[in-house]
């Protein structure tokens, strides 16, 4: 298992990047409430219950960069540890799923993503297995800077992100 240690300017969350576009937000937030409900994930341990400024959907949008279209992330923290991580882009969407903690402190996200779909993609005349994401199964631990109880920049491998708040 690789840790990463994302570290310099203060930052928000910045989980991983999957694909790429902007889309709709409010039906894939919907569809990411449901699919939480009993999904069993990841090898970190339960994020503390005491005032976690983490739980609930957050969102993200990313411009385009190097010829890449730009995509909405969407991270929902469950009060007992889990993360979804979606991203929706001109493609599609995909998904990772994992663990997360937030530091004693409270001045780094550490999440371990453990899972992911969909396993298969389709081209107009071909299907077949998905390619397995770099990132899965290593710890981030990301610098968090929470800007009041709706907006944070998380500072991850790819340049800090602000993330709001949607529930």
């Known amino acids: 298992m690789d840790r990463v240690r994302s570290g310099g300017r203060p930052a928000t969350l910045a989980l991983v990047a999957l694909l790429a576009t902007a889309g709709p937000v409010a039906p894939a937030v919907a569809q990411l409430q449901g699919q939480m409900q009993g999904q069993v994930l990841g090898q970190l341990p339960p994020a503390q219950a005491v005032a976690n400024p983490l739980v609930g959907i957050w969102t993200s949008n990313v411009p385009g960069i190097g010829g890449q279209p730009p995509r909405v992330e969407i991270v929902v923290f469950a009060p007992d540890g889990r993360v979804q991580h979606r991203v929706v882009g001109q493609n599609g969407q995909a998904d990772m799923f994992g663990r997360y903690r937030v530091s004693p402190d409270g001045r780094f996200l550490q999440t371990m993503f453990t899972d992911f779909a969909p396993k298969t993609t389709c081209t107009v005349s071909f299907c077949g297995p998905a390619p397995t994401p770099e990132n899965l199964f290593r710890q981030f631990d990301l610098p968090v800077t929470f800007q009041g109880t709706d907006r944070m ?10 993330w709001t708040r949607r529930r």
């Open 153 to 162: 920049q998380v500072e991850t491998p790819d340049g800090v992100r602000v």
